[in-house]
C-alpha cells in the first residue's frame, strides 16, 4: 500500500511540474501508455485475474489518455509550432 501511494503521488507530481513547463511531449508520451495501462486492467478483470473493481481503474486511464489525445490535438490546431520548440 505505501508503494502504491508512493507512486501515486510521485506521478502526479510529475504531471504538475509538466503542466507548469509547458511539456507536452510528456503528456504525448503519456497517452499510449494510459491506453496500455486501460488495456491490461481490463483483460485482467475480464479473464478474471483482477477483481472488478479494477474495471474501473482501466476505465479511468482510458479516459484520461482519450481526454488528454484530444487536448493536445486541439492545442496542436490552435497553435502552430514554432520549428519543434515543444518538443
Known amino acids: 500500500m505505501t508503494a502504491s501511494s508512493m507512486a ?7 504531471y504538475v511540474l509538466a503542466a507548469l513547463s509547458d511539456w507536452k511531449a510528456f503528456f504525448r508520451w503519456t497517452v499510449p501508455f494510459r491506453l496500455l495501462t ?16 479494477f ?9 484520461g489518455a482519450l481526454l488528454t489525445g484530444a487536448a493536445l490535438r486541439y ?3 490552435r497553435t502552430p509550432a514554432a520549428d519543434g520548440a515543444d518538443a
Do not use: D, H, K
Open 38 to 53: 486501460c488495456t491490461v486492467f481490463t483483460l485482467a478483470v475480464i479473464g478474471g485475474r483482477a477483481p472488478s473493481g
Open 8 to 14: 501515486a503521488v510521485n506521478m502526479g507530481v510529475y
Open 75 to 77: 492545442e496542436a490546431q
Open 55 to 63: 474495471l474501473g481503474v482501466g476505465l479511468w486511464e482510458g479516459l
